[in-house]
Every structure is written in C-alpha cells, then in structure tokens.
C-alpha cells in the first residue's frame, strides 16, 4: 500500500504539474486574432515600424489582442489586400493611396503627379481632404484608424531617364486594374503594363517592365534597384498611407480594445511620418552605395512633365476624381502657396 500512495501522489503531482505549464499558455492566448496585410518587403522600415505596432498592442492589451503582419505582398496587391477584407480573410491593412481609391476614387486626388511642390503644401492639403475619404470608406465598411506617409514617387529604371523621350521609350508600370489611370498613362505617351505591384521585381527580371514610379524607401526594401539601377530624382508625386481594419474585424474589439489599436496605430504613423524623410535618404545612400545611378531631374525635364500634366488635369477632373473634389484640391494647394510665399 505504501508503493501505491506513493505512485498516486506522484501522479497527481505531475498532473499538478502540468497544469501549472498549460494554464499560463492558455491564459495567454489572444482572444482577437486579426490579420493585418501590407505589400511593405518584410524587414523594411515600413514593415518594422508595423511590427512594434502589433507587439505593443499585445502587451497593452494583456495579450488579448494579436496582430499578425502579412508582409511583402503575400496577401496579394493592394486590390486584392482589399477583396480579402471584405471577405474576412484579412481584417486590417496599412495601404496607399492605391488601395484607398479601390473604395473611393477621390484618393487619387492626393496622388496627381506634379501638383504639389514639397511635403509641407501636400501635409496642409491632405489634413483638409482626408476627413471626407475616411467618411465615404466608413460607408463601405472600413474604418480609416490612422493616417501615414509613403513618400514621394521617383521615376526607377533599367536606362537612364534624362528626358521624358527617354521614359516614353520605355516600358512603364501600370496599375494592374484600373483603366482610367491606363488610360491617362497613354495620353501622356506612355504604353504602360499592366502589372501587379506584387510582380515588379519579376517583371523587370524578365523584361516585362522597364521602369517604374516608386517611393524610395521601398524599392530599397524591394531591392527592385538591383534591376532598376537608375533613379531620376524628380519628385512626381507624393503617395499617402493608411492603416485601415474592416467593420467585422473592428467590432470584435470591445472599447478599451479599440482605444488601444487606435492609440497605437496612430504612434506608428506617426514614427512612419517623423521617419520616413530621414529614412528616405538613408536608402538612397545605401541604394548609390550599392551601385545605384541618380539623375539630377534637369528643368526641361520638369518642365516637359509640368506641361504633360496640366494638359491631363482637365481629364483627370472629369473622369478620375470627381470635379467638385479636383477644385476644392486646387483651391487648398494655392491658398497655401499664397499665405507662404
């Protein structure tokens, strides 16, 4: 008998045991689940600075919330970061204005080549635009919780772009679904690919494409100036950002949870904004150190792609953005230039 206590009270320490091992894990597991989805290479800035994002959430939420960050396109573009959400495949994203203009086309408005001169003037017109397009996605569903830079677009090439001759010759990028902005692309002269963002860096391996407008951090992360190894410094356009979560995702979130998410989303675009033009010329330095070839943009060049664009405002106006939005774009952008010249 001696033996037989001796093994049941063995065994019921190991059963105590093991207990003490699974409750912890149990207790520490996320309760909310969501999936945020970025087209950002993983181990980029951008991706970095989403990753703190969700592990502070973690902690701040005591572990009840988990973000999981689907990094580098591996949920697909941005259209299709956007169909997975609707679906409930995906229930957060951090999109351009790429993204953003799949549910409201007035996005673009912040995106038009050559309207805007440096960050300050875009900044001044963006905080009065942005209101209104976080509105009309809350209409389909999608809550705007923070708003982020991209940075600026500049032209990467596999040959050198000193004219825009030189950029028509080429075969440029395009979006992968959306004719109207096929379409501008050819009345500027170009005869763009259609390609998904997800499939550049094949493309100019292949030879699809030979040139593409990318903000410059992430072609760094995208090591796409392995194959694109000459960048015209003219800024085209500036290119927005936005962590947004589906309603079905949102709602899983009881009220301090939410605080939380949108706390700390909003701290990582702001590190996204605070960072971003530093680390612009971080991965231009380290991009030229590694055999990358910049072109000073000349004035012709400018000048030529000023002329192009302001003959494309009017279609733009009418057929990409709707009129009332283009003008009240316009108006805000001069009423800076005049308050700060």
């Known amino acids: 008998m001696p033996n037989v206590r001796k093994y049941l009270l063995a065994g019921r320490s190991a059963v105590l045991a093991a207990l003490v091992l699974v409750l912890p894990a149990a207790a520490a597991e996320a309760r909310v689940n969501l999936r945020l989805a970025t087209v950002a290479p ?87 635009l942005n209101p209104a397009i976080a509105e009309t996605l809350s209409g389909h569903g999608f809550q705007v919780i923070a708003w982020a830079d991209v940075g600026w677009l500049h032209f ?96 899983r979130l009881d009220a301090s949870q939410q605080e939380v998410v949108l706390r700390k989303s909003n701290e990582a675009a702001e590190s996204f904004r605070e960072t971003n033009r530093e680390q612009e010329r971080k991965s231009l330095a380290a991009m030229r150190s590694r055999g990358l070839e910049v072109i000073e943009a000349s004035a012709e060049f400018e000048s030529a792609w000023m002329e192009t664009a302001e003959k494309l405002f009017p279609l733009v106006r009418e057929q990409l953005v709707s009129p009332p939005v283009f003008d009240r774009m316009i108006r805000l952008r001069d009423e800076y230039r005049a308050a700060n010249e």
Do not use: C
Request: no cysteine; glycine share 10%.
């Open 42 to 128: 993983r181990g980029s800035a951008y991706h970095l600075i989403l990753d703190k994002m969700a592990a502070e959430i973690g902690r701040e939420t005591g572990g009840e919330v988990r973000i999981r960050i689907i990094a580098g396109g591996a949920a697909g573009d941005e259209t299709a970061m956007i169909s997975k959400m609707r679906i409930g495949q995906v229930q957060m994203a951090a999109v351009s204005n790429v993204g953003l203009a799949e549910l409201d086309p007035s996005a673009w408005t912040l995106s038009i080549p050559m309207v805007f001169r440096d960050y300050p003037e875009w900044d001044h017109v963006r905080e009065a």
């Open 156 to 251: 990467f090439a596999s040959d050198p772009v000193h004219t825009l001759e030189d950029l028509q010759g080429l075969k440029l990028a395009g979006a992968s679904n959306d004719q109207t902005v096929l379409d501008l692309l050819r009345w500027s002269g170009f005869d763009p690919v259609q390609i998904s963002s997800v499939e550049l860096v094949s493309g100019f391996q292949t030879g699809l494409i030979e040139a593409v407008p990318l903000p410059i951090v992430l072609a760094e992360g995208s090591q796409i100036y392995r194959s694109a190894k000459f960048m015209n410094d003219l800024p085209w356009a500036p290119l927005q950002g936005a962590i947004i979560v589906h309603e079905q995702g949102w709602e």
